[in-house]
């Protein structure tokens, strides 16, 4: 085809994912059931593009202009589906956000028993581009498995995995202490196929009984409590993908109250005695500690600007190797997550 002859504007389903109707594959399957008319014609293919000039409407109601994309960190609790709708009523990570909360995406998946860090968006477009493999960005997770496993068996996930005839990329593992019949790893992957680490595990013959996401790329939980929202910076999102200052964080509790304090993006520490920390270490000739919100771990590909966002869990959750919070009573699988920090 001539360059002359492409058709003037972009393929509708783009068009309804940028203004956060759903996300593009969603988008399809809207047009397909013929809720999408353009120019009062109602079409059944996805197969059209479309300008500004055109008028769209969606379930009767007039296309809202595109907002400016903007991506949430979401601590997801235990117990929830991502999906919009269950078919078997289980109440999704959806039922339980604030209600001043826009129409929002999730970027990937937990499933149901999986519990952490939940990216949210209103764009289509950018959930589309987080969840490309080609992003590449390290996924990390703690991992609590009943048994043990040896070095030996770890280096079979290190060095990639086939389970059931599904092929597994190599993952970043590190094992960070047993505790009782229990034992606590931390796991990065940059794929994360479904229920990958679940049925890796099960491949050495262990059972994995707690599962937390603490990080997505460059961004953290940090001291999130599950069920907390809370927004990334416009800049600090543009800065990371790379596409300069705008609103700061906004953290939510599901009732729709102000929650925890956001974690610093850098400078000296704060929190219960971080000022007196930082005067002290400044006249012993010191040099002030380094934020403990930037990453310095190398396991982590970096994106653009080299920062990674949200505060580190309590008891190391937020870095390989590092010594993990203290399981014990509530909480799936009767263990208690990473303790908040103290107020």
Known sequence: MDKNDTPEGDRIAKVLARA???SRREAERMIEDGRVKVNGARIFSPALNVTAKDRITVDGAPLAAPEPARLWLYHKPAGLVT??????GRRTVFDALPEDLPRVMSVGRLDLN???LLLLTNDGELKRRLELPSTGWLRRYRVRINGSVSEEKLDRLRKGITVEGVDYQPMQVTFDRQQGANAWLTIGLREGKNREIRRAMAALEVTV??????????????????????EIRPKVLRDQLGDSDGPKVQRRRPDGSPGARPGLRGGAPKGPGGARKAAAEA??????????????????????????????VPGGAGRPGAKPAQPGRGGPAGGRGPKPPKR
Request: aromatic share 4%; no cysteine.
């Open 209 to 230: 009984n707690r599962l937390i996401r603490v990080s997505y790329g460059p961004f953290q939980i940090g001291n999130l409590e599950p069920g907390e929202v809370e």
């Open 114 to 116: 999986s519990e952490g």
């Open 283 to 312: 006249q012993r000739g010191g040099k002030p500690r380094q934020s403990r919100n930037t990453e310095t771990t190398g396991d982590q590909k970096r994106p653009a600007g080299g920062r990674v966002f949200g505060a580190k």
């Open 20 to 22: 956060g109707v759903a």
């Open 83 to 88: 999906s919009a709708s269950d078919e078997k």
